[in-house]
């Protein structure tokens, strides 16, 4: 028992409680573990969120694709996690993101009604959800006002990092290299000559429709050295 309590105190969402809040929280609902198989298909992207859903232990892999459908970002999420705890509210209460297990992954997930009559009522809850949301809405804000890079290098680089949740760890881009000339609005030709200068830096792997990203730390670290 202390092991499982251990444990799900390390969660995002839990850390700060007490061992006697978490306790009566363990006592009021039920948690609805479940063991998922390495690819197994755990979310699928446009499906209601209804629960909110914990990463307890492995990799999640997570794609997201544009409304346009012409690229696809990949990241990896590991242990302890909570999975877009942003869906649960809002005008869009739909994931936005599928995810698969990348290794054996455990899940937990708690029903929406519980976390409104009894997890919120407890304050680090609550101020640890709120952090994890207004996190989220700043990052995304300072995304968006970044100075633009003029290079096109610089253009792709700003194109990967604005994508991912984090910047950091191994990440992939599958889209065409057309339709990556599209997004750009720039030619086939120039992005090529892009992305093989990038690969010869180091910065990433280019593959048949994929562009992996082997730590997307290094881009950050090329990005902020240019503005």
């Known amino acids: 028992m202390d092991t499982m309590f251990n444990t799900l105190l390390q969660l995002p969402l839990f850390q700060g ?11 009021k609902t039920k948690l609805h573990f ?6 197994e ?7 209601p969120c209804k629960n909110l859903m914990f990463l307890l232990s492995g990799v999640l892999s997570v794609q997201t694709t ?22 649960l509210f809002g005008m869009q209460v739909n ?7 990348r290794t054996e992954v455990n899940t937990i997930s708690i029903c929406k009604s519980f976390i409104l009559s009894g997890l919120m009522r407890f304050e680090i809850f609550r101020l640890n959800y709120m952090n994890i949301i207004s996190n989220k809405a700043q990052s995304l804000n300072a995304k968006i006002w970044d100075q633009t890079p003029t290079t096109l290098e ?7 990092l604005i994508h991912v949740d984090k910047a950091q760890g191994e990440k992939m881009l599958k889209a065409k290299m057309e339709d990556l000339a599209e997004c750009f609005d720039d030619t086939r030709l120039n992005i090529s000559k892009a992305l093989n200068s990038l690969q010869d830096r180091g910065l990433i792997v280019l593959r048949r429709k994929e562009i992996i990203v082997p730590d997307a730390s290094k881009l950050l670290e090329i990005e902020i050295s240019e503005r």
């Open 17 to 27: 409680l007490c061992h006697e809040d978490f306790t009566y929280i363990l006592e």
């Open 34 to 39: 479940t063991k998922h198989k390495n690819n």
């Open 41 to 47: 298909v755990i979310i699928e992207s446009g499906s």
């Open 66 to 87: 544009s409304k346009d459908g012409l690229y696809s970002f990949v990241e990896y999420i590991e242990a302890p996690a909570v999975i877009e705890p942003q869906a």
């Open 95 to 101: 994931y936005v993101s599928t995810y698969s297990a």
């Open 154 to 160: 610089g253009r792709i680089i700003r194109f990967i």
